[in-house]
């Protein structure tokens, strides 16, 4: 058997929205398709990623609002629009970024008579999503003047931020004809982390019949958090500080965590083949450099009431408004913390059914390096995937039909039509071409507003390119 | 047929990125924005009974109550630049049988007078309270006065009163601030 040796070189701008990257899911062009489902079938025999440079990949997006709605040169005041964007917007829309950066990533198949495929490495992340405050979007929009009566409630107040890396080591075995499995093992070396995602109360300004003002602004059943790890070291110091220390919580130096990814491929016969994984199901467990913001309470306002007392001459006032803080403080304290908090990973769920079709691939003279399994690939792969992401207010799902299609052993080329929050009409491509040792990959979503970005509320572009030495 | 291939991925490659622009925007809008919140609060509140208007240990009338609280809210740079009108309302609900003149001084640090508002309350009788209102509003040209202040003095007067004199003067208030917050 020859011996593969995939080297790689991935650079290049990519912007997806979400987590999701169902034009890499199943699709044996890069190794990060392992990184999708460890019980992949795996195509090489060994390979490693250029340091810093195997993959580069960026995510930002908005569900329920594009740059067009808000910026569109059409003539309408901005403010209008702005305005109209809030009350499209629901509470459960949002906004999210991903950054990954893979510092190593390595495989190679440990062979004997029980072969396993160990793979490796270490990647940096970014994961931000703030839900759209639309309560407090209209409170400072606003004000309370036309809102009267109604409850603003804290509960749409939810974000997370984290950065971290992640050094992993997994195996994949094909445990039998029809079944190759894996898992990952994940330890989570947290840079910074922000949270506030399970507050609660209301905040009302209302008229009431016998009150002692003309209106009451109440605050009822207040229960907000804000947890921070890693910040309370990093004031005061200067850029490169920060960057030392931030590099030495990225080298296990912060707050860990622990965590693990499963998968499986299951090949019903030489054409039907199921696909599922699982992803960072772990924690991270922040225990020091740790402050915690806590504010709770219930308190009713209306007004200064002013007793004319009788002041001797000279006399000192009464210090209504001071002691109005103070009550204020009293009855809603917020309390500054040192606590260790245990944070959750966003877990993720893909699953996919593929159908094999049309006459198969390849040159019966060349090497088949995907050969692992008994499957003999075809040129054509239709199949449907299913993606869920748990965020703070529950899990987003996302469904994908694909056709995948080989032109010989060069090119490879895969379209996705997904639906989500973000749209649904969600229409993908990816290319992939070996010219020799080099390979070229570029994976585009949501193509049918690519003729215009502005308008899409998610744009996605990956582009690859891989340099491949086939070692005989 | 390589060759092909690679013209073919190329062209692709090369049509996406030439497809792919942000037409019919407008960025520059950002410097646009602008934040117009209405925001109603409530300020002060009182309730006067008519016996604060006279000293029994003295047999004497009591012809002017005063009383002073810090709104520092008010005061500073930073409401001035995003304050552009206010609007006070005042509403009074008289159950003494007397007229009042009612005025609120709004004092800076030094006890300068930055703005002044006066009213006179209309007499009722506890059977039939009357209620008098009014509105102050406050424009823009007058809103740096106002917003050098950092508290209020509050005196009712009363033309005249007596041991005998019932009933209360309840104050209700509260104040519209409309802001404008840009960048």
Not at chain 1, 348 to 357: G, P, R, S
Request: hydrophobic share 40%; proline share 3%; aromatic share 12%.
């Amino acid at each position: 058997m020859k011996k593969f040796f995939f080297f790689y070189i991935f650079f290049g701008v990519s912007v997806v929205v979400s987590q999701n990257k169902q034009l890499l899911y199943n699709w044996d062009v890069t190794p990060q398709a392992l990184m999708l489902n460890p019980g992949s079938v795996v195509a090489s025999q060994y390979h490693i990623g250029v340091p810093f440079l195997s993959q580069i990949h960026l995510n930002a997006g908005s569900s329920g609002v594009s740059a067009f709605d808000v910026f569109a040169d059409d003539g309408v005041d901005i403010n209008t629009k702005i305005r109209n964007t809030i009350f499209k917007l629901s509470a459960r829309d949002f906004f999210t970024a991903t950054q990954q950066l893979d510092v190593l990533n390595f495989g190679w198949l440990s062979k004997g008579f029980d072969p396993i495929y160990f793979s490796g490495g270490i990647y940096q992340e970014l994961d931000f999503i703030a839900y759209f405050p639309k309560d407090f979007a209209i409170l400072a929009w606003e004000g309370n003047r036309d809102y009267i009566g109604k409850p603003f409630d804290f509960s749409d107040l939810s974000a997370r931020a984290d950065l971290l890396t992640v050094y992993h080591f997994g195996a994949n075995k094909q445990l039998s004809s029809k079944l190759t499995a894996g898992v990952r093992i994940k330890l989570y070396s947290s840079m910074v982390g922000l949270e506030s995602t399970s507050n609660k109360g209301a905040f009302t300004t209302s008229q009431r019949e016998g009150s002692n003002n003309v209106y009451e602004h109440t605050v009822v059943d207040l229960d907000l958090e804000v947890r921070t790890s890693g910040f309370l070291s990093l004031d005061g110091l200067d850029q490169s500080q920060v960057s030392r220390i931030l590099l030495g919580r990225a080298l296990l130096g912060g707050n860990l965590g622990l965590g693990f990814d499963a998968g499986m491929t299951y090949q019903f016969d030489s054409q039907l083949s199921l696909t599922a994984s699982v992803l960072d199901i772990g924690a991270i467990f922040h225990s020091s450099d740790t402050e915690v913001y806590r504010a709770s309470g219930d308190y009713t306002l209306d007004g200064l009431q002013l007793i004319f007392p009788e002041l001797a001459l000279g006399g000192s006032t009464i210090p209504y408004y001071d002691n109005l803080e103070d009550e204020i403080e009293r009855e809603i304290p917020v309390d500054t913390l040192n606590i260790g908090y245990t944070q959750l990973r966003p877990t993720k769920i893909n699953a996919a059914l593929h159908y094999d079709f049309g006459p198969r691939v390849g040159d019966k003279d060349s090497c088949d390096c995907r050969s692992r399994a008994t499957k003999e690939e075809r040129v054509s792969q239709a199949g449907v995937q299913y993606y869920t992401i748990f965020r703070p207010r529950g899990p987003q799902l996302a469904g994908t039909l694909y056709y995948r299609r080989k032109f010989g052993n060069s090119l490879s080329v895969k379209t996705t039509y997904t639906v989500d929050r973000y749209s649904a009409k969600n229409i993908g491509a990816a290319m992939s071409l070996n010219l020799g040792n080099v390979n070229f990959f570029v994976a585009a979503d949501n193509l049918l507003d690519l003729s215009n970005i502005a308008k899409a509320n998610s744009v996605s572009l990956q582009l690859g390119f891989n340099f491949i030495v086939d070692q005989q | 047929m390589l060759v092909k291939k690679a013209k073919l991925f190329i062209s692709l490659f090369s049509l996406m990125f030439f497809l792919s622009c942000f037409e019919g925007t407008d960025f520059e809008q950002a410097n646009d924005v602008l934040l117009t919140p209405e925001i109603e609060l409530d300020l002060i509140y009182f309730n006067i009974e008519a016996s604060q208007f006279y000293n029994p240990s003295t047999s004497t009338e009591i012809l002017v109550l005063k009383d002073t609280t810090d709104l520092d809210f008010l005061g500073g740079r930073d409401i001035n630049n995003i304050l552009k009108k206010a609007d006070f309302l005042f509403q009074f609900t008289n159950s003494i049988p007397r007229e009042f003149d009612v005025s609120f001084d709004f004092l800076n640090t030094q006890n300068q007078s930055k703005y002044f508002i006066q009213s006179n309350i209309v007499s009722g009788n506890q059977t039939n309270p009357v209620v008098t209102t009014f509105l102050e509003e406050i424009d823009e040209q007058e809103i740096t006065d106002l917003t050098s202040a950092n508290k209020v003095v509050i005196s009712v007067a009363i033309a005249s009163s007596s041991q005998n004199l019932t009933g209360v003067l309840n104050l209700q208030s509260k104040t519209t601030y409309y802001l404008e917050i840009d960048q």
